[in-house]
């Protein structure tokens, strides 16, 4: 299994593609798969059967997965796409900062 740079909940930018330089929030990661969802990005058109007597069907816009190398995580500090480091606490939690300032994630 991989790991990914990013986690659900981030604020990231997506690098290349299509959707280049939209900002968006990450729904769902997917480490097996090395591909994130992103509120916003990617959007598909998904054709649905209606599944109950009344239930209308028809088609519906959602977010696709996209790999996790096209986004990176956005530093509201610096304004761009940024990589992580890792930064120990006083009270030994580790935390994710902005490797160019340092600002914490």
């Known amino acids: 299994m991989k790991k990914l740079h990013v986690k659900t909940g ?13 900002q968006g929030e990450v729904i769902t990661t997917s480490p097996q798969e090395g591909k994130v969802i ?13 599944r109950r007597q009344g239930e209308a069907g028809g088609i519906i816009e ?4 996209i790999y996790a190398s096209k986004v990176a995580v956005y530093c509201s500090n610096c304004k761009k796409g940024v990589r992580t480091a890792h ?3 006083d ?3 580790k935390v ?5 300032c340092g600002q914490q994630l």
Do not use: F, Q
């Open 10 to 22: 981030d604020n990231v930018i997506v690098l290349s593609g299509d959707d280049k330089g939209v």
């Open 38 to 50: 992103v509120k916003g990005v990617h959007m598909i058109k998904k054709h649905v059967k209606p």
């Open 62 to 65: 959602a977010e696709g997965a």
């Open 87 to 89: 930064k120990l606490l």
């Open 91 to 93: 009270n030994g939690k």
């Open 96 to 100: 994710r900062v902005c490797a160019k």
